[in-house]
């Protein structure tokens, strides 16, 4: 059997690699468009940044290595210029030579990847307006980046004289390489300006974790647009560049990074005559079959199940994309694989801080139109308090009202994120339930976490609310609830909340005959602990009580 490849990053080079270890035998030709195959381009921003300072350690493998180790035929520098499905034939040309070469197949793997959306802005050609996709693409950033009035850099640069280091960057995209690139630019002394044109960063996100994610920048002196398209781009009368916004505001800048999302790559779907989803991917079976038996498909181009949902979906992210690579070899080798769906799971850094997200979101809940969910909102320590370093985590988990089914969780924080967050992926991954994550035995000590884990606390919050022991409400669905606030006087003159009556919590019980029996009371308080012993004790005195989640906490997000 012999089975071509077509992309070597990622998907591409784990089929490859996969399919040599099921079988020494299958002849194997892998090509791809660049020069180099197996790199990490999500180390791009950082390798521009200067954290990775050699483009060497990109390169988690090469062409040699897999000649070698693989024993395989492996093209770099080699494109697809034609596929004949029929003849079960590829074209290939060597974009060094010019040769042009056919090859027939067996089985055919496409994974060409998704390319960075440019679309056709005037003076998107200007020099100085870079997109992120390839190590060529972050080479060119750090040439860009590195040009001085004492440096010919800029003369590689075709119509760009000599000039100051650029001092000041626009960076177009609020995505995970419009965040990751902002703050690299931040990194290297420069004036960062992010233009969204969504009303939030963070698309995955819902709108007030987002919220959090824009402040966070703002404090890290990132200048955020959001609410706001780019138009155009002009040469500036000092010779930079003028990005034009579809407000008409204009913004300064020496260099622009584009990183408004990607598309996948359909080239080679289109050469083939393989079927296209309505949302623009190839569409394959959870075999990463195509609707051509003997041609599969695998990441960032492809569509997929949503893990949660089971909607068709486009998340281009290298984990999925490694994981159906790896079962595409498992089904040419002859093994019954599936790919079960993506969740999104994904983590950014920024600075100090890591965002983080799983499963579906509220936003998409509710435009799927899907009430069947309750969310919580909690606030823990990323471990034990009274351990030195503990950092607060903003965590929202959302789950099913009918069954405990967790759904999606987003968390924020500056340390412990990735811990909580794979938690939770791997609950939804597994099916669990909210009285799952209770009852979840988690590593602890003090430098680590807490008895009660984040995790454990989000279970036994959203347990408490589907047993009836605390029933819940949010800020922004009071309706007329009689708000109770059982802060401590010093906490409600510093931020008090309008039309709330104080009574402190170790005052309640004796106070109780001065709260309507005849009203829901809505109680509240920094986090939502306090009110939580506010609610138990209204509830078993006869009152109608629920508990803000995440209180006054929460509030600040909305």
Known sequence: MKVIIVGGVAGGASCAARLRRLDEKIEILMVERGPFVSYANCGLPYYVGGSIEEESKLLVATEQMFKVIFNMDCRTNCEVVGIAAKEKTVKLKNLLSGEVTTEKYDKL?????????????PGLELPGIFSVRTVADSKNIKEWLDRDTDNSVGNSFTGVDKVSRPKKAVVIGGGFIGLEMAENLVERALNVTLIEKLDQVMPPLDPEMA?????????????????????????????????????????????????????????????????????????????????DPDILAVGDAVEVKDFVTGQWALIPLAGPANRQGRIAADVIGGRKSKFRGTQGTSICKLFGAAIAQTGVSEKTLKKLGDTDYEKVYLFPNSHAGYYPGAKMLIVKAIFRKSDGKLLGAQVLGEDGVTKRIDSFAMAIQMGCTVYDLEESELC??????????????????????????????????????FLLDVRNPPEVAADPVPGAVNIPLPQLRSRLAELPKDKQIASFCRSAQRSYYATRILLQNGFRAVNISGSMLARSIM
């Open 109 to 121: 793997v496409l994974s060409p990847g998704a390319a960075p959306v440019r679309p056709p802005l």
């Open 211 to 291: 919220r959090i994610v824009k402040r966070y920048m703002k404090k890290h002196g990132i200048a955020v647009k959001t609410g706001d398209g780019v138009a155009g781009f002009r040469k500036g009368e000092q010779g930079d560049l003028e990005v034009i916004t579809e407000k008409g505001k204009v913004y300064n800048a020496d260099i622009v990074i584009m990183s408004i999302g990607v598309k996948p790559e359909l080239e080679l779907a289109k050469m083939a005559g393989i079927k296209v989803g309505e949302l623009g991917g190839i569409r394959v079976d959870e075999h990463m079959v195509t609707s």
């Open 444 to 481: 602890y000590a003090p430098p680590f976490g807490s008895a009660k884990d984040p995790v454990n606390f989000a279970g036994m919050i959203a347990a408490n609310i589907l047993r009836g022991d605390m029933p819940v409400v949010h800020w922004d669905s009071l309706g007329d609830s």
